[in-house]
């Protein structure tokens, strides 16, 4: 029977830390500080919105959330950042996707300076992380790779595979697994085989989107098994990629949804807030 890997607990120690590092800064002076842009007002963005607020709050971080209409042009929405940008009070930036459908998403992105850009999503710290330098890793797969090291379990050497590619989840969670020495394939909707990749996989990643497109024979017995995926299911509740009571079956490690990858997203980007301050503040 797998081990849990309890997001809740791993958050509340994350966010135990970054409470403690802030009060050091604060301390000399710097308040950790969040701006967020939120475009439109779709219910789950809204909820997203007020979960960071709710983060930062309890963490000492300040929290500046600046709501646009749906309406919002583009150049009015750049405007906003560069007066953020400019702002040395505000340490990060992140802007809730998606955006209304006027807008030029990687445009707006990548108009945030990239020491301010906590979600680690501009072109320039996706390039970081290509390449290996350091860089604001996206906060979904850098709690992965938290959660992955919380069994204990090595990732260097080890078979991972990452279903999923897109630019926000699947490709950097694969360059983390990279950077931490595994040995990493990445699965999409056009793989092969995709069955027979998972049953070889030490830590299997499941970011697909699709609540139970893993089901107990694709996990190999000892794995370590990483569920990001968020469905809503017909009865009104959250389901992972991963058929759950079976990979507990077979793995070693299984994380579970709710209560998994998602409190640790969240986590990350106050970790990744304080460090864009300590790093303004130069220390
Ligand atoms: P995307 O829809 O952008 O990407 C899904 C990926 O899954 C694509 O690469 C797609 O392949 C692949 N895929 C889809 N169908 C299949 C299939 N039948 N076989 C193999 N591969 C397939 O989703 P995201 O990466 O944004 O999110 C993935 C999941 O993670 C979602 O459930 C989302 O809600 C959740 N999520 C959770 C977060 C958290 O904090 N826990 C944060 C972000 C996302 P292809 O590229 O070929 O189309």
Redesign the pocket.
Known sequence: MAQIIDGKALAAKVKAKVTSQVQALQAQGVRPCLAVLLAGDTPASAAYVRGKEKDCAECGIESRVLRLPEQVAQSELLAVLESLAADPAVHGILVQLPLPAQIDEQTVINAIPPEKDVDGFTAENVGRLMIGEDCFAPC?PAGVIEMIRSTGVPMAGRRAVV????N???KPAALLLLRENATVTI?????ED?AEICRQADILVA????AGFVPGDMVKPGAVVID????RGADGKLHG?VDFAAACETAAFVSPVPGG??LM?RAMLLVNTLRAARRAAGV
């Open positions: 979904t279903l999923g590619r897109s926000i989840v699947g699965c999409h909707s056009r793989t995709l970011a697909v989107g699709r990001v995926g968020i469905n990629d990858v998602g997203t």
